[in-house]
T-cell receptor
């Protein structure tokens, strides 16, 4: 196990609702990245947080937003949920924000939007 | 931006045989290449990674090779075991972006 935890494990929402997902990084890690993994596909980068600031963003609309707290835990918020937002949401922590740093993934939160 | 292609999408081998998964990438600035194993209902688990100053890296039954000229890298698993059955993802990290791009995955089945 990596020491990265996520909550909740599963979630069901309806279209138009808002959702907040949580991630606790591995001890000693100050960087958290969020990914969306649709069924049968590889993870897609949403954004990264380093020391409470956004440090890079993938091709996701502004309704995907995040936070990082002083203890380096993080939240992913998604507003105005759409059916296509149904996916496994993964967070990964790394010891620093460098591009060569190894990322360790949590177990994910499976979101179903009806 | 970076584009990572992975093949095959499915691979079935007999226990004890070797398995090879190949990936290509498009961004010549990419310099970090991890491989992840994902079991059903779990997050991806790092199994091996390689950085661009190294051509090959081995860890017990697992090895990764990197050819920067051809922009491809491969995962080699020897003496496969049923517990190696999972989905394997390659990824590449560009020097100029903070995102890591993943391949579409290879479902490996090791038959006992």
């Amino acid at each position: 196990e990596t020491g990265v935890t996520q909550s909740p494990t599963h979630l069901i929402k309806t279209r138009g609702q808002q959702v907040t997902l949580r991630c606790s990084s591995q001890s000693g890690h100050n960087t958290v990245s969020w990914y969306q993994q649709a069924l049968g596909q590889g993870p897609q980068f949403i954004f990264q947080y380093y020391r409470e600031e956004e440090n890079g963003r993938g091709n996701f609309p502004p309704r995907f937003s995040g936070l990082q707290f002083p203890n380096y835990s993080s939240e992913l918020n998604v507003n105005a949920l759409e059916l296509d937002d149904s996916a496994l949401y993964l967070c990964a922590s790394s010891i620093d924000r460098g591009r060569l740093e190894t990322q360790y993934f949590g177990p994910g939160t499976r979101l179903l939007v009806l | 931006g970076e584009n990572v292609e992975q093949h095959p999408s499915t691979l079935s081998v007999q226990e004890g045989d070797s398995a090879v998964i190949k990936c290509t990438y498009s961004d010549s600035a990419s310099n970090y290449f991890p491989w992840y194993k994902q079991e059903l209902g779990k997050g991806p688990q790092l199994i091996i990674d390689i950085r661009s100053n190294v051509g090959e890296k081995k860890d017990q039954r697992i090895a990764v090779t990197l050819n920067k000229t051809a922009k491809h890298f491969s995962l080699h698993i020897t003496e496969t075991q049923p517990e190696d059955s999972a989905v394997y993802f390659c990824a590449a990290s560009s020097a100029f972006n903070n995102d890591m791009r993943f391949g579409a995955g290879t479902r490996l089945t090791v038959k006992p």
